[in-house]
C-alpha cells in the first residue's frame, strides 16, 4: 500500500501530508527518503527526473500531478506497460480560464505598456480595446480549452476554438483539424494555446502559423514552452505582425537570464504560475484511482499513448 512522489520543487512534503491526511493508510514516500521500492504501487510524478522510475519494478500505474503528461513521455525510461493517468480538475480549468481573462483584458486595456510608463514617469493616454472589438481563438478545446472558452462566451468575447475533433459548445464556432485550421487562424485577432504538447504539436507557434493570423494579433501560450519557436515570436512581433504576447510556459523553466524575452517590451510574462494542481481539490481523485487500482477498476482520467495526451 503504497505511493511514491516523484517531483524536483520544493512540493513533495506538500502533497506527502495532503495524502497522508487524507488517508492514513496507505504509505506516501518522497523518493529521496529511504522507502522500500518494491512495495510502490504509484508513482505521482511532475517533472521527474528522467530514468527515476526505472527502480520501481511493482508499480501499477503512473499518476501526473498536472493535467500535462508530456514530460512522462520525454523520459526514455518511463515504464511502458502500465497506464498513465493525468489530473483532470474543474479548479485547474476555472484557474487557468481566470488567467487567461486577465491577460485578454490587460491587453485590451494596455496595462502592460501603461506600466512601463509608469516606471519611466510618462503619461500617455493610449487608446484601449472592447471585448466586442475581438474574436478569441482557443487552440486546443480539452478540458481546459472547454472551461475557457464557456468563460469567454459568459464576458460576450466572440469565441472559437479549433481541436482535433469538432466540439458542439454553446456560442463558440468550433473548428477541427489540419483542414481547418487556417480558417480558424484567419478570424483569431487573440490567439490562446492550450494544446497538449506531443509531437505534433510541438513547434506549432511558429512564423508559419503566425502569418495566418490576421494583421497585429494578440499571442497567449499557457501549455507547453515547446510549443513556441521563440525566435520566430519575436520576429513577427518586431515585423509589427503580431502585436504582443503573453507567455507563461518557457522551453528552459526558469527561464534563463539572458533570454530576450525578459526584455521584451511587447511580450509579458510569468513563471509558469497560470494554473497550478491544488493539492486540496485534486487529492481525492488521486486516492479514488488508488481505490480503483486496488478493486481492478478501470482508472478515471487515463491517457492515451496513441495520442499522448
Ligand atoms: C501544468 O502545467 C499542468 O500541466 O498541470
Redesign the pocket.
Known amino acids: 500500500m503504497s505511493i511514491v512522489i516523484i517531483r524536483q520543487d520544493e512540493k513533495i512534503d506538500l502533497w506527502k501530508n495532503a495524502l497522508s491526511t487524507a488517508n492514513s493508510d496507505i504509505k506516501i514516500y518522497s523518493y529521496l527518503e529511504d522507502h522500500p521500492v518494491d512495495e510502490i504501487e504509484v508513482a505521482m510524478v ?1 517533472k521527474h527526473p528522467k530514468g527515476s522510475l526505472k527502480p520501481y519494478k511493482n508499480l501499477k500505474y503512473i499518476a ?6 508530456d514530460f512522462i513521455f520525454e523520459d526514455p525510461d518511463f515504464p511502458k506497460d502500465i497506464p498513465i493517468t ?2 483532470v480538475d474543474d479548479m ?1 480549468a476555472s484557474d487557468m480560464s481566470e488567467y487567461v481573462i486577465g491577460a485578454i483584458f490587460s491587453y485590451l486595456k494596455n496595462f502592460n505598456s501603461h506600466k512601463i510608463n509608469q516606471i519611466n514617469s510618462q503619461w500617455n493616454p493610449t487608446g484601449y480595446r472592447r471585448i466586442t472589438d475581438f474574436k478569441v481563438g482557443i487552440l486546443g478545446l480539452g478540458t481546459l480549452g472547454q472551461a475557457l472558452a464557456k468563460d469567454l462566451v459568459r464576458f460576450g468575447f466572440k469565441t472559437q476554438g479549433w481541436s482535433n475533433t469538432k466540439k458542439v459548445l454553446p456560442q463558440v464556432n468550433s473548428f477541427a483539424g489540419p483542414l481547418e485550421l487556417d480558417a480558424f487562424l484567419a478570424t483569431s485577432e487573440i490567439v490562446i494555446c492550450l494544446l497538449p504538447l506531443t509531437p505534433k504539436t510541438k513547434g506549432i507557434l511558429n512564423t508559419t502559423l503566425f502569418e495566418k493570423l490576421p494583421m497585429g494579433a494578440y499571442v497567449i501560450n499557457v ?2 514552452g515547446g510549443h513556441l519557436v521563440d525566435e520566430d515570436l519575436i520576429k513577427m512581433i518586431d515585423k509589427g505582425h503580431v502585436s504582443g504576447a503573453c507567455l507563461d ?1 518557457f522551453h528552459e523553466e526558469p527561464l534563463p537570464e539572458n533570454h530576450p524575452f525578459w526584455q521584451h517590451k511587447k511580450i509579458h510574462i510569468t513563471p ?1 504560475c ?4 491544488d493539492t486540496q481539490s485534486v487529492v481525492p481523485q488521486i486516492l479514488e484511482n488508488y481505490k480503483r487500482m486496488k478493486a481492478g477498476k478501470e482508472l478515471l482520467h487515463l491517457v492515451s499513448f496513441k495520442s499522448g495526451y
Do not use: C, D, F, M
Open positions: 511532475w501526473s500531478g498536472g493535467a500535462g503528461v493525468r489530473v485547474l501549455a507547453r510556459v509558469h497560470a494554473s497550478v494542481s
